[in-house]
């Protein structure tokens, strides 16, 4: 068999990546080999434990994808030959490939704690077959600790405590979603967390995991006490699926991803990586990273996509800009770039920005909900390096204009002459628009400090 | 009375222009005089016959700016001295400024036509005083009539059907909502407005208005035929209140409005304009625009502030982007920079991309809706001139998105490997998201054009 473009993996960064080689280069053919045939979207797995009731509810059709001209073959890659540009897989003939693309996700971490692999613990895998396997028991939980308050723990116990299960939420550092967002901003979200139920334990250490007769029966702490429980959510991150792609020769990075330049190549030629098992370089600090969003991945693999037989140089990475949003139902939360905390640590000098306001103008508008943004500004350069939102539903979005600031590495000065729109039901008021008052009130502080 | 800054008006513009200067100037004594206590938030008008039920809802509290320190004067301007840079109050004694800004907003145009000033014929005014005057009389309508399909008109006929009358929206162009609006993008939300129960009438003209002892009765079109009405509003536009302006010397362009240059000043030294009475420039076209926006106002009033005292040329309006957006309730409209019909009448050669999606995902999820996003980019340069969305509640921060990508000139390169978060309940699939599709539709065909 053979095809011109071949993607391993059907994950978003799979996806995006096939489509993307799908728009440009019309006259080729694109081939998605995955394992399964039915794969989950993978930010909509901790909703199929409250809000979306059943696994198959968050399948991602294949169909509009075949629609567009992508060929898919269900079946396992067990070796990549990069010297004859071929792949051996599990069942099927082996396949060619002029260019080929590797996106082979990640798998969840287990620390290795004592008690680790008791009945009862559970890691928040990918795979329908696997959560299918673990849906109904995780479900029948009463008695639910989550380690970790990452974006996978912080969502995995909103939607346990929905199920009337009662959730303790254990986090090492000392806040929830602590590389996301600053302390200041986490404090209201974190108690919305608390008034649904979920008891947050932060700056707290796990010793082990007790059990009995081969079941998990509680948690140890460090400080010797004890929490009981019946299930034990593993909400502590993922690593790269680097195997294939480390056996074939390409480099792997001192993160554990698969190393890249700019364009997504990898060390071979024709040979192209992203997503998850990427390692990803940091849009201003320039480390590796081991950034794990379906958001950026997808976003590096319409790189790879669009440079398979021709570099545009236009379209490349320059580094990877972290970009999140959760939401509790009733309040929800946006970051992006740098934290106010990670800059300092970094060695950048800032000055912040913020602006507290309302979702809707006027206030008294049915669903208005409050709103609070964030910036973080380079004292010297004044480009914005970092936002942090909380508010409404629109979060989602406005942090994306957040996004799309850093990426064009505005000034505080740009923020603040802004152009925008509002209107009453869907935003806050022309005056009141929270971006600009935070930039200004930042440029304030920056004019002040300068007269 | 001698203050260094003093605004006149206290609209969004005014207000804003006096929040900046009080940012940026901080040992400058600010004063706004306007001619009312209370004033209403201009966009929230059409919502306090319906949603938002009493007049005082809609209410901008004064308080937030008194506490910033901005001193008010509730008083009427009579005379700008610009020599003598000293104004003549209605009662107070006068009151000489260092810097002057002038933001005196805009009045409803009532095109002449017969019977305009029958009883029941009612125009959507600004001052608080004046909308409680009409408020219970237009509430009690049975048998409305809009004349007028912009974005006050829309608004009205939906929040006029909420109260149970009977409403016609008469427009003499081909679409709901013309201007902003591609015809393909806004059928859509013509079709939920109509399902509201509210009669549209495109490409129809009024001849004139029929009465009885001096009260409406109905309005004849141009066909002869008659549409029966005990209240007609006449959302016909707005001209810019320059009067004052025009009596002290300032120059006037050939919209009506008053003319300013990038920093907002006017042909007086130490006088500034801003919002609703400026003649603004179009961002694309550099033509005069009678563009009067809340938000594109302030955006510019900001400008004003920040240059009070000495330019900032990183701070000076490069032209005025129209940026809007509304909901329909269960529908939502925004829409940034030229359609694809003003830039084709404008000359440009455009090149569009388009996507239909959904704004949460999976889409099952509660809520979710069906999301549009339309760009027009120039074909010779790639960069974005335009964008429309239909959509969830989103879309009022969607739009700022792509507001903000036309105010850096970016290319639809840029837009179709732009970072970005997504998440399940707030936005689109990270492999589905609307913005970067419709570019990677419009990149997929300039590159096999080309190819």
């Known amino acids: ?12 960064s799979g996806g995006s990546a096939a489509a993307a080689a799908r728009e440009i280069y019309k006259d080729k053919k694109v081939l998605v080999i995955r394992k399964e045939e039915k794969s989950l979207i993978p930010c909509g797995i901790p909703y199929v434990f409250g809000t979306l009731e059943d696994v198959d509810n968050d399948v991602k059709s294949i169909q ?38 590797v996106a082979t996700g990640s798998t969840p971490v287990v620390p290795p704690i004592e008690g680790s692999t008791l009945k009862g613990v559970i890691s928040i895998g990918k795979e329908i077959d696997y959560i299918k396997s673990i849906h109904a028991f995780l479900k029948e939980g009463k008695d639910v600790v989550v380690i970790g308050a990452g974006f996978i723990g912080v969502e995995m116990s909103n939607e346990m405590v ?13 806040t929830i979603l602590p590389l996301a967002f600053d302390e200041d901003v986490i404090a209201a979200p974190a108690q919305v ?3 649904h139920g979920v008891e947050i334990r932060v700056n707290t250490k796990v010793s082990k995991i007790e059990g009995n007769d081969g079941k998990v029966s509680g948690v140890r702490l460090d400080s010797g006490e004890l929490i009981t429980a019946d299930r034990v959510i593993m909400a502590t991150g993922y690593r790269p699926n680097v195997s294939l792609a480390q056996e074939a020769g390409l480099s792997i990075g001192s993160s554990g991803g ?42 590096e693999a319409r790189i ?40 300092l640590a970094e060695g950048f000098q800032v000055v912040i ?17 409050e709103q609070m943004v964030k910036l973080i500004f380079s004292k010297c350069a004044g480009v914005i390096l970092g936002a942090q939102i909380v508010g409404g539903p629109s979060t989602g979005e406005m942090i994306n204009i957040l996004g799309l600031a850093i990426q064009k590495h505005m000034t505080v000065s740009e ?17 009141n628009y929270p971006i600009v008052l935070a930039a200004m009130n930042a440029l304030g502080k920056i004019e002040n400090f300068k007269m």
Do not use: W
């Open 258 to 299: 698969i190393i890249t330049d700019e364009y997504l190549r990898t060390n071979y030629d024709g040979i192209f990586a992203v997503g998850d098992c990427v390692e990803h370089r940091d849009f201003f600090t320039r480390k590796q990273s081991r950034l794990m969003l379906a958001s950026t991945g997808a976003s």
């Open 415 to 431: 923020l603040a002459i802004m152009q925008y729109g509002t209107q009453p039901l869907l935003t806050a008021g022309p005056g």
């Open 1 to 12: 068999m053979k095809y011109d473009i071949v993607i391993i993996g059907g994950n978003p």
């Open 304 to 343: 790879a996509g669009m440079n398979l037989y021709d570099l545009r140089v236009v379209r490349q990475t320059k580094g990877s800009i972290a970009i999140f949003s959760t939401s509790l139902d009733d309040i929800s939360m946006g970051a992006a770039g740098l934290t106010e905390k990670s800059a």
């Open 162 to 174: 929905k199920l009337g299960a009662k959730v303790t939420l254990i986090e090492a550092m000392d």
């Open 193 to 195: 967390l608390s008034s």
């Open 64 to 101: 509009p994808a075949k629609n567009s001209g992508i060929d898919f073959l269900i079946d396992e890659v067990q070796k990549i030959v990069p010297d004859e540009k071929r792949l051996e897989l599990k069942t099927s003939e082996d396949v060619n490939y002029e260019k080929l693309i």
């Open 353 to 369: 920005g913020q602006n507290k306001g309302v979702d809707h103008h006027p206030a008294c508008l049915p669903d208005t909900k």
